[in-house]
């Protein structure tokens, strides 16, 4: 994963990345903060740098009778050890994880995306439950939608808070009827060399992207299966169709556009949990353990680099903290080359 916008508001350098900087005014205006920070265009030159970058916010499909989703009460804040403050669309849409188009960083996967299909879609849920099923987009958008407004922690240090729309991944789960033997679940994501540039363009890694859970962490209540993004369908640059969205772990543990789920007795290995110095099967944001190569101590802003201090599991603690009873709550000593973080 790419660790250098990590590493340089590490050190206290610029990051900004272009996208960002050209849609800087719009943002601002957004949180309502008004001009500050921002200098005033002085000069022909500056004002056009200034100018609004395109939008990338298209809605692949329309389900009018679905988004917007009612607001969950329950999750209309994110926890008080997070700042306050939401990010704006356009600014989570526009810088992106998503290697199966956009490999090796985060960046403007938006531009990379057009020729992904993502309606008809179908996922299969098999493995150890008493009715495997194929769900098609009807299927899926049949289940009670609510939004819930999460915060969300990139590994790579970058965070943002949004609201998605969706539905607890228990219930579709439950609907496949999980026998005891299944305790853990492995999510595999859609493999299309030809709508996916970014597959063929890094062919060393080990397609699909492929992710897992614990079955009690995948039946928590915070666990969501989203198929919406700020009251509309999820943008395929979010992983339209459907993704997961598990706000208590990094990231790289929310997997995008899912055509299978797999109920299972062992633990799965993911994808990257196989590459070298990352992070294992677990994943919880913690700033007490170290990535190999950088401090989780601080998070910040996508909007505004602005940084704080993160919170153990997120600030999601009174959620999923009894699930770990092992989890370090203090500092731990950064990992040697070659071994791996739970
Ligand atoms: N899912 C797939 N299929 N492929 C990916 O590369 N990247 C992950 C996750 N899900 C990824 C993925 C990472 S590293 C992050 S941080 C989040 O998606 C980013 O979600 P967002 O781009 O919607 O903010």
Known sequence: MNWKNATAARNGLTVTPKEIFLDRRKFVSALGLGAVGVAAAS??????????????????????DTFPAKLNSKFSKVPSTIPAGQTPREIAAQHNN?????????????KHVEDF????????IVGECNKPTTFDLDDVFAFAHEERIYHFRCVERWAMTV?????????LLNKVEPTSKAKFVRFTTANRPKQMPGIEAASHYNW???????????????????????????LKQHGSPLRIVVPWKYGFKNPKSIVKIELLEKEPSTFWQVQPHEYGFLSNINPNIPHPRWSQAESYWLHNQERFDTPIYNGYG????????????????????GQVAR
């Open 163 to 171: 609201p998605w729309s969706g539905f607890p991944l228990a219930k």
């Open 318 to 337: 009174d959620f999923v903290a009894g699930l770990y009873p092992d989890e370090p709550t203090t500092p731990q000593k950064p990992l040697k080359a």
């Open 208 to 234: 699909p992207y492929v992710e897992g859970l614990r079955m009690d962490e995948a039946m928590n209540e915070l666990a969501m299966v989203a198929t919406g993004i700020y009251g509309e369908p999820l």
């Open 98 to 110: 998503f290697y199966e188009f956009l490999p090796g960083r985060g960046g403007p996967v938006w």
């Open 117 to 124: 299909e993502v309606e008809p879609w179908q996922v299969k």
């Open 43 to 64: 000069t022909p030159a500056l004002a056009a740098a200034q100018a609004p970058a395109r939008v990338p916010v298209e809605v692949p499909f329309s389900r009018p």
